[in-house]
DNA sequence: TTGTAGGCGTTATCAG
DNA sequence: CTGATAACGCCTACAA
């Protein structure tokens, strides 16, 4: 069916003008050898002069790849973390001659038939596809992609499969990290706030907080941990429920949304950071600095670029490909101070 | 080229299961009226069976439309002003079954074919695109996708065509209201410091202060007036120049990242907002909050969704619609103080 | 109501 | 080295 207004320039136009096949076309358009170069050159000529640029659609459809990498994700783009991941993507992918198919189509199956992740891919023919931030609930969800020939890579989920891998930080150092450098100051009283087992990564800081603080002789009740959410507003939550508490810790790792929002909510209620209560976050998102913000930074940037290339190596490998450990990072700002 | 691994199953895998022909598949697809309701359930059984969905590749190349809108962005995805807008695309466009391409391929063409925005839309068969955060400097690039027949709408930037629109903020007024806040608090002497006129947004803004300034009988010196940039390191050069001036104004008007820049900066130098300056901000950006920053908020969200909703009328009429305009808002915070 | 056949724009196979 | 021709998977006149 023809649509209005005017048609873009095809091969057969080319083709045409140039007086040779399609096929010839076809060929110094993929930079075939087995070409003369003199009709390479008229070939080109001809391209050049009418803008041509093969139709990626058709292309896809006939050489049942895209050039395309779908992108999913459990919160929206904007999520605090993840948007900081994303870039390394792009970078990554973009220079590689990839476009970033976003899947935003939530509408329910009309037709009555399951559309999880493997159809979406199939139905856009992408060569892969990253995910972020989804959580222990949603695995099963992922069972048909994985055992498929779809190359999947996720940031943040141990997932594995014949054609899939992942990319996460060393979570449990960087819980270490953090306790090692309070007990450095003196404290001895931990307290913690995070996402709880809902995410690997929440889940390897608590152990990496509960092995260090045991090793180290420290001491951290059950009534200074806190697991729940992500989000600021927690952080609110995780205040009020220490002031019903007899005794406070001195310090407390948390990460850096809940982290913030203890700031702000000790402020409100007249007490300082760090003078009445340490803290080290997970993490370094943006924000973190404007409050300046003692946390262990995630290598974000480069996880987007890592999971990238790994994506990419199973595309071109049809295997899966050993996951990275990103290495963490203390950054030490002024929401820490030295018990004397 | 067959690939290994399973394939996915066509339109023709059913009608054969179905005894069918695929162009009855086809029309139990698209929900065709003219078709015999026991055979368009016998059908939907086998697809479901199945768990057929059609490959969207080779529909968009029959169909010439792909129900994929292109995301172009001169900025990465992570900038703060437009990171908040996108959710409201994707929210809108998702719901009617739309996925977004975000234009990721930065590759210099090899050919020496010029690949605009044109050729990228064309050559992935968008049903439409959205341009966000470009400036005055590219706009020459515009030209051909504006004479095309891909349906466009561009997010703060004024261009039009047949098959064009745009939604922006009132600018103007925004400004307006920032000057006559300032006015009422007994401020006389404003200072700006803003993108200048590579933005649309910015110049109107500037239109809108300037007038509003004079209206009033207020003061603002040339010196007070920096226009160069959005980022948060100019905020500190601007306060670098104005520690080089004899008198200062009372207060000053500032892009929200700049606003936040000077905060800083002030601070670092033992001044204090608004003890020492009031400072008005515009966008109400994320972070705004966080320094208690009184400013002008635009609509981020809802522009997104008034861009995606613009683009589906184009899209569906086949005709340019109407730009829209949006409504600002005053947002009362702590960075300013009464002039006594 | 259903099926046949041609087309969407490319790539790929295999003769010439 | 070059050119027909058959895929790729779906849609849509047009016939039956």
Excluded at 160 to 176: F, H, M, Q, R, W
Excluded at 263 to 288: H, N, Q, W, Y
Excluded at 315 to 337: F, Q, V, W, Y
Aim: proline share 4%.
């Amino acid at each position: 069916m023809a649509k209005q207004g005017t048609r873009a320039t095809t091969i057969d136009d080319i083709a045409k003008k140039a007086n040779v096949s399609k096929a010839t076309v076809s060929k110094v358009i993929n930079g075939y050898s087995g070409i003369n170069e003199k009709t390479r050159q008229a070939v080109l000529k001809v391209m050049r002069e009418y803008n041509y640029w093969p139709n990626t659609t058709a292309r896809s459809l006939s050489m049942q790849q895209s050039y395309l990498v779908g992108l999913f994700m459990a919160s929206e783009l904007n999520n605090s973390f993840f948007r900081e991941v994303i870039p390394g993507i792009e970078k990554t992918l973009g220079a590689q001659g990839y476009d970033i198919l976003y899947f935003a189509d939530k509408r329910p199956g009309n037709t009555g038939v399951s559309f999880g992740y493997l159809e979406k891919c199939r139905d856009r023919r992408v060569d892969g596809a990253i995910f972020l931030s989804y959580i222990r609930d949603e695995l099963a969800e992922f069972e048909p992609i994985l055992a498929s020939d779809i190359p999947t890579v996720f940031v943040d989920m141990t997932l594995e499969g014949p054609l899939t891998s992942y990319v996460i930080s060393d979570n449990y150092k960087s819980a270490k990290l953090a306790v090692e450098y309070l007990h450095s100051l003196g404290h001895r009283k931990i307290g913690y706030a995070d996402g709880g087992t809902k995410s690997v990564p929440a889940e390897k800081r608590y152990q990496g907080l509960m092995d260090t603080v045991r090793d180290l002789g420290m001491e951290c009740r059950p009534e200074w941990i806190f697991q729940y959410s992500f989000d600021e507003e927690y952080g609110y939550d995780v205040v009020n429920k220490l002031q019903q508490l007899d005794e406070w810790p001195t310090a407390v790792v948390a990460q850096d949304n809940v982290a913030i929002g203890m700031i702000r909510a000790l402020r409100e209620i007249g007490k300082s950071v760090p003078d009445d209560l340490s803290i080290v976050g997970f993490d370094d998102i943006e924000i973190s600095s404007h409050y300046n913000l003692t946390t262990v930074r995630q290598q974000k940037y480069e996880m987007g670029v890592a999971a990238s290339k790994l994506l990419m190596k199973i595309i071109l490998n049809h295997k899966a490909s050993k996951p990275k450990l990103m290495d963490t990072e203390l950054i030490i700002r002024g929401s820490c101070k030295p018990i004397t």
